[in-house]
């Protein structure tokens, strides 16, 4: 990868986190509503639970976003989650509170490529990839039984968003940013799979997948700069990006 390419698609990450992780309470930023789950119905979990589940310690809710103490889970803006800025390192289904079959693609709801479907339920789940290059800012799709839903919120039938994105940030990350090492991003996908139409609940339990990509960084960064160049990039590139949704769409 070439460092321009690279430092291409580290922007694109500024882009795709839509200021969540610098300022959620942002009057510009666009957080859809989650639901609480049916605890009464099958023991459904929430996205706290889940979290906790699979990473360890308490996740508690910190505005928008979820903390154990060491590890936080910055809720992406849904404006800018709908398009995939990296390729993936790894994928795998870490829950899924459903009654329907689940799975995860790429592409677009007429052009589909299968990741993986989903194996079991609750906790108890299977089903993931290994390395997958992606085209550059490409949908990701909930597919299984039902209607398929894009993380592009415009390209759903019902107008709806039915993806919730966290990025996982802990103490390694800022430093090996800071030293170009180009750390390991772990983003967490949360999806509905029922339309308004047929009432869904949209308490995003229904798949949860855990993305692991690489930040292609090249080029050490100043420990400052990491919020810097948040703060400075980001208004430019979300209009790129922006763009680039529209085009896509």
């Not at 639901?35 to 505005?63: D, K, M, R």
């Not at 139409?197 to 308490?203: E, L, R, V």
């Not at 960064?221 to 922006?242: C, F, K, N």
Request: aromatic share 10%; hydrophobic share 40%; with cysteine.
């Amino acid at each position: 990868m070439s460092k321009r390419s690279g430092f291409k698609k580290f922007l694109g990450l500024v882009a795709a986190i839509g200021l969540g992780v610098m300022a959620a309470g942002n009057a510009k930023a666009g957080y859809t509503t989650i639901n609480a789950p049916n605890y009464g119905n099958g023991g459904e979990a929430s996205q706290a639970e889940i979290l906790s589940h699979t990473y360890g310690g308490t996740f508690a809710a910190n505005g928008v976003n979820f903390s154990n103490g060491s590890t936080t889970a910055y809720r992406i803006d849904d404006n800018f989650d709908g398009l995939m800025p990296f390729d993936i390192k790894s994928s795998r289904a870490i829950a899924s509170f459903a009654d329907l079959s689940q799975g995860l693609a790429y592409g677009s709801l007429n052009n589909e490529h299968q990741l993986f479907t989903v194996s079991g339920k609750g906790y108890n789940v299977s089903g993931g990839t290994g390395a997958v290059d992606l085209p550059f800012l490409t949908q990701l799709i909930r597919t299984g039984k039902g209607e398929d839903f894009s993380s592009l919120q415009s390209a759903n039938s019902d107008g709806k968003d039915h993806l919730v994105t966290y990025l996982l940030v802990n103490d390694e990350v800022r430093p090996a940013i800071a030293k170009g090492k180009g750390p390991e991003l772990t983003f967490v996908l949360f999806w509905e799979d029922l339309s308004k139409a047929k009432h869904s609940d949209f308490d995003f339990n229904d798949l949860a997948v855990e993305i692991k990509a690489s930040c292609p960084v090249v080029v050490p960064l100043p420990a400052a700069a990491w919020s810097g160049l948040m703060t400075l990039a980001g208004g430019a590139v979300a209009a790129g990006y922006r763009k680039a949704r529209r085009q896509m769409a």
